[in-house]
């Protein structure tokens, strides 16, 4: 059974910076397809949306809203993901999922897998 199990969010101020971390167990390479990857959820929003997802070879995808302010990351064992962010804004402000077997496209449909979600509030 896959388990995920996300910390590090946080109250920061725009222009600052957040770690996210992410516990995953229970997941493993198979079938040629290794996806691991962190969405996020705005407030009043209904759907999420992907963020960045790595594969097992450390590429990564990122959200073009994303793309060179934040990094998606693992530790050797790969049992640890990461989501370094930094120059926040305010429209970060979310809740941010971990997930596991995901796809490149960044689509919630592929999903297989959810984390309960951790907020990062982004303030002026």
Same mark, same amino acid.
């Given at each position: 059974?896959?388990?995920?199990?996300?910390?590090?969010?946080?109250?920061?101020?725009?222009?600052?910076?957040?770690?996210?971390?992410?516990?995953?167990?229970?997941?493993?390479?198979?079938?040629?397809?290794?996806?691991?990857?962190?969405?996020?959820?705005?407030?009043?929003?209904?759907?999420?949306?992907?963020?960045?997802?790595?594969?097992?070879?450390?590429?990564? %995808?990122?959200? %073009?809203?994303?793309?060179?302010?934040?990094?998606?990351?693992?530790?050797?064992?790969?049992?640890?993901?990461?989501?370094?962010? %930094?120059?926040?804004?305010?429209?970060?402000?979310?809740?941010?999922?971990?997930?596991?077997?995901?796809?490149?496209?960044?689509?919630?449909?592929?999903?297989?897998?959810?984390?309960?979600?951790?907020?990062?509030?982004?303030?002026?």
């Amino acid at each position: 059974q896959v388990r995920l199990a996300e910390s590090g969010g946080d109250s920061v101020q725009v222009g600052g910076s957040l770690k996210l971390s992410c516990a995953a167990s229970g997941y493993a390479y198979s079938g040629g397809h290794y996806c691991l990857g962190w969405f996020r959820q705005a407030p009043g929003r209904k759907e999420r949306e992907g963020v960045a997802i790595i594969d097992y070879d450390g590429r990564a %995808n990122y959200a %073009n809203s994303v793309k060179g302010r934040f990094t998606i990351s693992e530790d050797k064992a790969k049992t640890t993901l990461y989501l370094q962010m %930094n120059s926040l804004k305010l429209e970060d402000t979310a809740t941010y999922y971990c997930v596991a077997d995901c796809s490149r496209d960044l689509l919630p449909r592929g999903v297989g897998t959810w984390g309960q979600g951790t907020q990062v509030t982004v303030s002026s």
